[in-house]
Structures are given as structure tokens and as C-alpha cells.
């Protein structure tokens, strides 16, 4: 049987290496440590600033295809800057542990919580599950569920959002 301090280094021996995996077995128990795998690719966004003008101007310019694609990724910039503004005010819920996400008590039933339920601060929102132990994860605070970040029986990681929340 392993220990949890054992356990414990034995992450973070594999954090800080190249390995991928480990696997090892010592009586009978068998011990499976494995790192996330996260996408490298870098995706470059265009920051635009736009001056402050007492009154309007307006200005004809001719439309080409690559203004129009300009336009389009500063529109998408400018909407995800609303979108972060908007999510300042959400409470996150986040995740105590590496393990398994799951919506629902069991496969089949119906889910803990959906979007735009209410929730207490000890309504349980989903179960992580970690070395085959099943942990219910409470709401925290309450409010109403804008958002579930993670999609069932996806791995997740330790302070990984799971749910955000609009408190009331």
C-alpha cells in the first residue's frame, strides 16, 4: 500500500520530468500517475486601441477582403474583452483535486445541476473522482450556475474551473 506522502512526492517527481507516465506496483497495489496533455499551439490575437473622440467621425473607406478580415479577428477581440469584463463578476468554482469529472451521481441520472439552476452553498454541483474515490463538490456560495466549464468524465486538473456562478 502506498502512502499518501509517498504518493504525493511521487507527483511531484513526475511534474517536474519529461515523463509522461509512471506506473508502478509494490504488494499488491498499483499506482498511475499520468500528465495532462495540453496543446502547445500559439494563437496570436490582434490588440486593437481605439482613441477617444469627442464627437463622431465618419469616413468612407472602401472594403477590401483584407480589411474585412481584420475587422473580423477585432471584432472577436473586442467580444472576448467584454466576455472576460462580464466574467470578473461570476464566481468560479474550481476543482480541490486531480481526478475525473462527473455531472451526475451515476451514469444515467440526471445531473447534479444544470445551467441557470440556483444553488446553495452546500448544493453538491458534481463529484471528482480521484484514486476511486468518489468526492462531492459543493457549490460554495449561492447563486446561479452561468456556466458549466467542463464536459462529463473529462479528466481535470487541481484549481481547474469547473463551474461559473452568478451570486446573488
Wanted: with cysteine; hydrophobic share 40%.
Amino acid at each position: 500500500m502506498f502512502k499518501l506522502s509517498e504518493i504525493k512526492e511521487l507527483v511531484r517527481l513526475v511534474d517536474k520530468s519529461t515523463l509522461q507516465e509512471l506506473e508502478i506496483e509494490n504488494e499488491g497495489s498499483r499506482l498511475s500517475i499520468r500528465k495532462p496533455v495540453i496543446s502547445t499551439e500559439i494563437i496570436p490575437q490582434i490588440v486593437q486601441q481605439t482613441p477617444v473622440v469627442s464627437q463622431p467621425v465618419i469616413q468612407e473607406v472602401p472594403q477590401t477582403q483584407q480589411t474585412s478580415a481584420v475587422e473580423d479577428q477585432t471584432v472577436e477581440v473586442i467580444q472576448s474583452n467584454q466576455t472576460e469584463s462580464q466574467d470578473v463578476n461570476l464566481h468560479k468554482i474550481t476543482s480541490p483535486m486531480v481526478g475525473t469529472f462527473y455531472v451526475a451521481p451515476s451514469p444515467g441520472a440526471d445531473p447534479f445541476v444544470k445551467k441557470g439552476d440556483n444553488v446553495t452553498n452546500d448544493t453538491v454541483v458534481c463529484i471528482v473522482e480521484a484514486m476511486k474515490l468518489m468526492n462531492e463538490i459543493e457549490a460554495e456560495i449561492k447563486g446561479e450556475i452561468v456556466e458549466i466549464l467542463v464536459e462529463d468524465g473529462h479528466l481535470v486538473e487541481f484549481g481547474q474551473p469547473l463551474f461559473l456562478i452568478k451570486p446573488e
